[in-house]
């Protein structure tokens, strides 16, 4: 079955870290570029970060510094390990596969004291 799942959102503190998990399957997924975006309530889904095939990494200007994006090609997962946490990080983030055109269900990332 081709898809994309999603793990690891909750609540937590501002400053706080959590790391998001997607697990990809029915894709070749080592020469899959893959990216996380996120979509606030009334807002548009923007694209948090991605990665190449070969591990090159791009961000948004909002998460830089604070948000990394990894991929092991061993377990078809790419990660987004989100630190010192602000509650405007606050929304569904959603997996992508753009070589694939393929989207994760989401999970949700609430910031709030």
């Known amino acids: 079955q081709v898809r994309l799942v999603e793990s690891g959102g909750g609540l937590v503190q501002p400053g706080g870290s959590l790391r998001l998990s997607c697990t990809a399957s029915g894709i070749f997924f080592n020469i899959a570029a893959m990216g996380w975006y996120r979509q606030a309530p009334g807002k548009q889904r923007e694209l948090v970060a991605d990665i190449t095939s070969g591990g090159v990494a791009n961000y948004a200007d909002s998460v830089k510094g604070r948000f990394t994006i990894s991929r092991n090609n061993a377990k078809n997962t790419v990660y987004l390990q989100m630190v010192n946490l602000k509650p405007e990080d606050t929304a569904v983030y959603y997996c992508?596969?753009?070589?694939?055109?393929?989207w994760g269900q989401g999970t949700q990332v609430t910031v709030s004291s």
């Open positions: 992508n596969t753009p070589t694939y055109s393929l």
